[in-house]
């Protein structure tokens, strides 16, 4: 009995003993589970969990019994589930402890970004687990008593204007602030549901994905990237990728994207402007430079030749200067597309400035194909535009270069394809010049004119003759046309056909004009002084001196108040084709000088378009007839009943009129039976210095009389 009883005490004795000691262990276990601020869960090989801290509470939401039995998978986001059951089914039989980032659901359905850690005890037959919840994104967190630091931080964060994201180390968005579903399109709740490679454009993932790699291996960086958003519409963004680190591990990348797509444009936009043409939209002087010259470098390694075509538009200031700048824009828009239409891909189009363009051809084989193309660009260029109810024409001058005949360096080149279209504006409209050797010459015989003129002034070489008007019924001159002259030390006596167009090319003509105006004033006042019989003097006007912006109206009233002449001696000759331009304007100083006292003359009439209608509005006292018309007046019927229709429309007006070219005694007769009023020509006398027309007032009208009868 005694043994019975000692051998029975001891193993009851054990089993007490056992179960205290595994109860104390169990409860104290459970003691640690629920006392960290950490989730500890236990879950069997299926997933589903068998114990849980209470720290879920906290976290997610649910207290221990809401989530006992559950499935983890089902605890988390559905898009993460299958990457959660994946992880845990490989983690069974592996010795190294998995981590990974997922997203628990909270009980309001928010989504948690939570980093898991999780080992295998085929012992236990189970899982243990560790699930701690992102403090950086877990506003919650804030909310239920944190530091005010991390509120600021959380504040910072939702309010932030440029967009916050946190990524995972596999690349699945967890968190990211409103600016950033701002930026993307896309709502809070899908943006959660993404990875980054959604967000980038195609070509930029490879690129992001470097960064993105760099930065969860500890490396920060900053970068540029092209994101799509959920529309489908792209914008630029500088991104900044940093680790994010959790328990001084990295467990994620966060950073900030900024929206640069205006800030982009605006710089494209500026380096367009410093290439391109701000109107056309054709590569400006800078870019073709740059083309040329590439152009030239690929001729010399291939053996072909490269042209370039230089290409100005005739009559082109009159069409912008008469409908106004905002039609000439449109026409030079015009003619650019033309160009451009008339090129290969592989050509470029420039606008040089003003009304220029120049044109590159690559990989030229013949010459001849040059001429074809340069014959395109002209008929191109003539083709009639309709603008506005006016249909308008101008035609184009080309020069041509060609490499490497003609030069082996691009700024060579351009300038040889310029003086040739120089040449090719002499000879006309609608012409066409290749580049030869003697233009170098030419044009610097016109660079040594241009600089003379330029000295003429200031040398006193210019002076002034005067031509007699004479009333055709008394024979006595009643006028004088003031005409300039160069007395050129080397040439002698220049006309002004041979250097008035160069003056008006290089803007010296209105500095010249204002000095003949002031000669022919303080001229007539001499000859007042001296006391001859008052006459009136005539001054030509240049078209650039009724420029808009022109000083015409000052430099008359100071050249009367300087010489002290009464206006009434003073006429001012104007062309057809000069008061065609800048009609407004014109008219505006046109007037101004008539209400001053001076006379306004039509010089030319008969050369250029005036309409009747607008005849009428012009204030002008009188108008010359084109001596084109009085040559041939007793032989051309057809100019016979020009001048007598001239002259009967003319005083239907009340305009005095003016034959100019007068030669012949038959000329005389018939003017004279047509009623002109006053005649010029060589057979009263031609423009002479300032004392021999004194010398011809003094002895008026004795010295020259002509039967008219």
């Known amino acids: 009995m005694k043994r019975q009883r000692h051998q029975s005490k001891r193993p009851i004795s054990n089993r007490h003993r056992h179960t205290g000691a595994a109860s104390k262990e169990q409860h104290t276990y459970q003691q640690l589970v629920d006392i960290s601020t950490d989730v500890l869960i236990a879950a069997d090989a299926q997933g589903k969990i068998r114990r849980i801290g209470k720290a879920c509470l906290q976290s997610w939401g649910y207290s221990p019994e809401d989530l006992h039995h559950r499935r983890l998978a089902d605890l988390v986001h559905e898009h993460d589930r299958e990457d959660l059951d994946q992880s845990l089914t490989k983690q069974r039989g592996a010795e190294r402890e998995l981590t990974l980032q997922t997203r628990f659901l909270h009980k309001d359905g928010r989504a948690v970004p939570t980093a898991l850690r999780a080992k295998w005890s085929a012992a236990d037959n189970a899982y243990y687990c560790v699930a701690q919840v992102l403090p950086h994104a877990a506003p919650h967190l804030a909310e239920s008593g944190s530091t005010d630091a991390s509120?600021?931080?959380?504040?910072?964060?939702?309010?932030?204007?440029?967009?916050?994201?946190?990524?995972?180390?596999?690349?699945?968005?967890?968190?990211?602030?409103?600016?950033?579903?701002?930026?993307?399109?896309?709502?809070?709740?899908?943006?959660?549901?993404?990875?980054?490679?959604?967000?980038?454009?195609?070509?930029?993932?490879?690129?992001?994905?470097?960064?993105?790699?760099?930065?969860?291996?500890?490396?920060?960086?900053?970068?540029?990237?092209?994101?799509?958003?959920?529309?489908?519409?792209?914008?630029?963004?500088?991104?900044?990728?940093?680790?994010?680190?959790?328990?001084?591990?990295?467990?994620?990348?966060?950073g900030i994207a900024r929206d640069i797509t205006q800030l982009k444009n605006r710089e494209r936009h500026i380096e367009r402007l410093a290439t391109h043409d701000s109107l056309t939209g054709l590569p400006n002087r800078n870019l073709l430079d740059d083309r040329l010259r590439h152009a030239v470098v690929q001729a010399e390694r291939s053996g072909r030749r490269v042209a370039v075509l230089f290409i100005d538009l005739n009559r082109f200031k009159v069409v912008n200067d008469s409908l106004g700048h905002d039609k000439g824009d449109i026409l030079l828009c015009i003619i650019a597309d033309r160009l451009r239409q008339c090129m290969r891909e592989a050509d470029t189009v420039a606008r040089i400035g003003g009304d220029e363009f120049a044109i590159v051809l690559e990989e030229v084989s013949m010459p001849e194909s040059v001429i074809t193309v340069?014959?395109?660009?002209?008929?191109?260029?003539?083709?009639?535009?309709?603008?506005e109810?006016?249909?308008?024409?101008?035609?184009?001058?080309?020069?041509?270069?060609?490499?490497?005949?003609?030069?082996?360096?691009?700024?060579?080149?351009?300038?040889?394809?310029?003086?040739?279209?120089?040449?090719?504006?002499?000879?006309?409209?609608?012409?066409?010049?290749l580049y030869k050797a003697d233009m170098d010459e030419r044009a610097k015989a016109r660079l040594t004119h241009e600089h003379d003129l330029r000295r003429a002034l200031e040398?006193?070489?210019?002076?002034?003759?005067?031509?007699?008007?004479?009333?055709?019924?008394?024979?006595?001159?009643v006028g004088a046309e003031a005409l300039v002259r160069w007395n050129h030390p080397e040439r002698g006596l220049v006309p002004p056909n041979e250097f008035i167009p160069l003056a008006e090319e290089i803007g010296l003509i209105s500095q010249l004009g204002e000095w003949v105006?002031?000669?022919?004033?303080?001229?007539?006042?001499?000859?007042?002084?001296?006391?001859?019989?008052?006459?009136?003097?005539?001054?030509?006007?240049?078209?650039?001196?009724?420029?808009p912006d022109s000083a015409i109206i000052d430099a008359v009233k100071h050249a009367l108040r300087s010489t002290g002449l009464e206006p009434r001696w003073l006429e001012l000759?104007?062309?057809?084709?000069?008061?065609?331009?800048?009609?407004?304007?014109?008219l505006i100083k046109l007037e101004e000088i008539r209400n001053a006292g001076v006379s306004i003359s039509i010089d030319d009439f008969g050369t250029g378009y005036s309409s009747l209608s607008y005849l009428r509005r012009l204030p002008v006292s009188g108008l010359k007839i084109d001596q084109s018309f009085i040559r041939d007046i007793t032989a051309s019927r057809d100019d016979e009943a020009i001048v007598a229709a001239t002259i009967a429309l003319a005083h239907t007006m009340n305009l005095t009129?003016?034959?100019?070219?007068?030669?012949?005694?038959?000329?005389i007769r018939f003017l004279h039976a047509n009623e002109c009023d006053e005649v010029q020509g060589f057979?009263?006398?031609?423009?002479?210095?300032?004392?021999?027309?004194?010398?011809?007032?003094r002895h008026a009208p004795r010295s020259r009389r002509i039967a008219i009868h």
């Open 389 to 433: 109810g006016h249909q308008l024409a101008v035609s184009g001058s080309v020069g041509c270069s060609l490499f490497p005949k003609d030069g082996t360096e691009a700024a060579t080149l351009l300038r040889n394809a310029d003086l040739a279209m120089y040449e090719a504006k002499a000879a006309g409209g609608g012409a066409l010049r």
């Open 657 to 667: 009129v003016v034959a100019e070219g007068v030669t012949t005694e038959e000329q």
């Open 374 to 387: 340069a014959r395109n660009v002209l008929s191109a260029i003539e083709r009639p535009v309709r603008l």
């Open 573 to 586: 000759e104007i062309t057809e084709s000069s008061l065609m331009q800048n009609v407004e304007s014109t």
């Open 151 to 254: 509120r600021r931080l959380q504040s910072l964060f939702e309010h932030h204007p440029d967009g916050v994201f946190a990524f995972d180390l596999d690349g699945a968005l967890i968190e990211a602030n409103p600016a950033f579903s701002g930026l993307t399109g896309y709502a809070h709740e899908d943006l959660l549901s993404m990875r980054y490679q959604t967000l980038i454009a195609p070509e930029h993932r490879r690129m992001v994905t470097e960064r993105f790699v760099a930065a969860s291996r500890g490396i920060a960086s900053c970068f540029e990237s092209v994101g799509v958003r959920k529309d489908g519409t792209r914008f630029e963004a500088a991104v900044t990728a940093i680790p994010m680190t959790a328990d001084h591990r990295i467990v994620g990348v966060h």
């Open 517 to 547: 105006l002031m000669q022919a004033c303080m001229q007539n006042r001499i000859w007042q002084n001296a006391g001859l019989p008052p006459l009136k003097v005539s001054v030509n006007l240049s078209p650039m001196q009724l420029d």
């Open 683 to 697: 057979l009263f006398g031609a423009a002479v210095p300032p004392e021999e027309l004194a010398q011809l007032l």
């Open 459 to 477: 040398r006193d070489e210019l002076v002034v003759y005067y031509q007699p008007r004479v009333d055709i019924n008394s024979q006595a001159i």
